[in-house]
C-alpha cells in the first residue's frame, strides 16, 4: 500500500507570492491534516479535513486555507506568503473517525523557502 | 484550547541509560496520547500511544504512563541504544479531534 504523498518536495518563494502544496493521502484514509514545522516550533496544527469538511483548524491567520476533494486527496494554499511561512509543511492521513483518533501516517513534507 | 507542555527539550544519556520525556496536557476532554519519533531528515513515526481509560502502556523497551488526575503523561525508553537517538513529539487529541503536539525532545544516545 502506498504511503502518504505530498508534492513539491521543495519549493522556494519570493514575499508576497502564494503557494498551493498537494497531499495524497493512504488509499481508504478519508482524515487529512496538516501540520507547520520549524526548529523553533516544533509542530503546529493547521487544520484538519474529513470527506471535504473541515474538522479542526489551529491558529494560523487567514492566508492559510486548504480543501479536499473527493478522493481524498487534499491541498493547502498560502497566500501572501513571508518570510516566517518558510517551513517544512508535513500531511498525515489517519483513518480516525470523530471520538476515536488513530495513528497518523506522515507524509515526507514540503519544504518551503520564502525569499 | 489545548496546551501541551513537553520536557525536557532536551535530553543526553550514556548508552543503557533509561530516559524519561515528560508531558502535561490542559484540556480535560483529551482522551487519546500519542507519541511520534521523528530521526533527522525523516517523517514523523508513531512509536506508541495510550487512551484515557488505560494507565500504563508497554511495547518492549518502550513505555508510557498516564495521570489522568494530574493531566500528565510521560514516556520512558529503557536500556537505550544509539539507534534512540532521535525527536521525540507527545501529543494530546481531544474527543472532537483536534491534537496538539508538544514542542519535542531532542534525546541523544551516546555510544
Known amino acids: 500500500k502506498a504511503g502518504v504523498t505530498q508534492t513539491p518536495r521543495y519549493l522556494i518563494k519570493t514575499r508576497g507570492q502564494q503557494v498551493t502544496l498537494s497531499c495524497s493521502p493512504i488509499s481508504g484514509h478519508r482524515s487529512v491534516s496538516w501540520y507547520q514545522q520549524t526548529p523553533g516550533q516544533g509542530l503546529q496544527f493547521l487544520f484538519e479535513?474529513?470527506?471535504?469538511?473541515?474538522?479542526n483548524k489551529g491558529n494560523f491567520p487567514g492566508r492559510f486555507s486548504g480543501r479536499q476533494f473527493s478522493n481524498s486527496r487534499s491541498e493547502m494554499n498560502v497566500s501572501t506568503l513571508e518570510l516566517g511561512d518558510s517551513a517544512l509543511y508535513l500531511c498525515?492521513?489517519?483513518?480516525?473517525?470523530?471520538?476515536?483518533?488513530?495513528?497518523?501516517?506522515f507524509g515526507e513534507g514540503s519544504r518551503l523557502t520564502v525569499l | 484550547g489545548e496546551n501541551v507542555e513537553q520536557h525536557p527539550s532536551t535530553l543526553s544519556v550514556q548508552e543503557g541509560d533509561s530516559a524519561v520525556i515528560k508531558c502535561t496536557y490542559s484540556?480535560?476532554?483529551?482522551?487519546?496520547f500519542p507519541w511520534y519519533k521523528q530521526e533527522l531528515g525523516k517523517r514523523p513515526q508513531l512509536i506508541i500511544d495510550i487512551r484515557s481509560n488505560v494507565g500504563e502502556k508497554k511495547d518492549q523497551r518502550i513505555a508510557v504512563t498516564l495521570n489522568k488526575t494530574a493531566k500528565h503523561f510521560s514516556l520512558h525508553i529503557t536500556e537505550t541504544q544509539p539507534e534512540d537517538s532521535a525527536v521525540y513529539f507527545c501529543a494530546a487529541i481531544t474527543s472532537y479531534g483536534k491534537l496538539t503536539f508538544g514542542q519535542g525532545t531532542i534525546l541523544t544516545v551516546h555510544p
Open positions: 498525515a492521513s489517519s483513518l480516525t473517525s470523530r471520538g476515536a483518533p488513530g495513528e497518523l501516517f
Open positions: 484540556d480535560s476532554a483529551s482522551n487519546y
Open positions: 479535513y474529513f470527506s471535504e469538511t473541515q474538522r
